[in-house]
Each structure stands twice: as structure tokens, then as C-alpha cells.
């Protein structure tokens, strides 16, 4: 299971930190990923981050902006977001695929994150 928090209501230029706390399999034997959804549009994938937390990547668009980061003992993945704009708006998921067997994935319900004046 996963468990996102954190979301909210942020004007432009601030920032907004997401958590997922996983729970019910082992998490360091899962790479995590941060996906979004905005209305009208498609997913969009965000960030990632390998079990041991030594390899991040990130979508362009959040480059220099986001950061992901994990603590593999408190089982929780973390999305620290600066400088929102209004096309962050979106619902924020949180993922965990199995590193080696890719076909067991886990997805969090979402976290509503609201970037406007």
C-alpha cells in the first residue's frame, strides 16, 4: 500500500513537499516514482528514484525545481517541489515498481496539489 500526503493549496513561486509512506511489501526492492495527472491531459511522469536512493531522474519540465529523495527505513519517498507555477497543478501520485520483476507495481490513491494566486 501507498500513502501520499502533503498536497495542497500553494500560490505561484512557493513550495510544497509530497510524502508516500509504503507499507506491506519490502520497499527497498522498489523503484519510486512520482506521476501527475491534470484534467483534460494525460499522465505525466515526474521523478524517480532507484531502492538505494542513488540515482534520481526528473522530467524536464521540473528539473532544477523538484527534488526526490527516500528514507528506506522510515519506508518513505518524498517529492520536495520550489518555484510552483500554475502547470504543476495536478494530482500527484506515488508509485513502486519492483526493480527486478516489473510487473509488480503499487500506486498511491493521489494528493491534490493546487498552484494559483
Known amino acids: 500500500q501507498l500513502v501520499e500526503s502533503g498536497g495542497g493549496w500553494v500560490q505561484p513561486g512557493g513550495s510544497l513537499r509530497l510524502s508516500c509512506t509504503a507499507s506491506?511489501?519490502?520497499?527497498?526492492?522498489?523503484?519510486m516514482s512520482w506521476v501527475r495527472h491534470t484534467s483534460g491531459q494525460g499522465p505525466e511522469w515526474v521523478s524517480a528514484?532507484?531502492?538505494?536512493?542513488?540515482?534520481?531522474y526528473y522530467a524536464p519540465s521540473v528539473q532544477g525545481r523538484f527534488t526526490i529523495s527516500r528514507d528506506n527505513a522510515k519506508n518513505t519517498v518524498t517529492l520536495q517541489m520550489n518555484s510552483l507555477n500554475s502547470e504543476d497543478t495536478a494530482v500527484y501520485y506515488c508509485?513502486?515498481?519492483?526493480?527486478?520483476?516489473?510487473?509488480?507495481?503499487?500506486w498511491g490513491r493521489g494528493t491534490q496539489v493546487t498552484v494559483s494566486s
Open positions: 508509485n513502486g515498481r519492483h526493480f527486478v520483476r516489473s510487473n509488480i507495481e503499487y
Open positions: 506491506g511489501f519490502t520497499f527497498s526492492n522498489f523503484d
Open positions: 528514484i532507484n531502492g538505494g536512493g542513488t540515482d534520481t
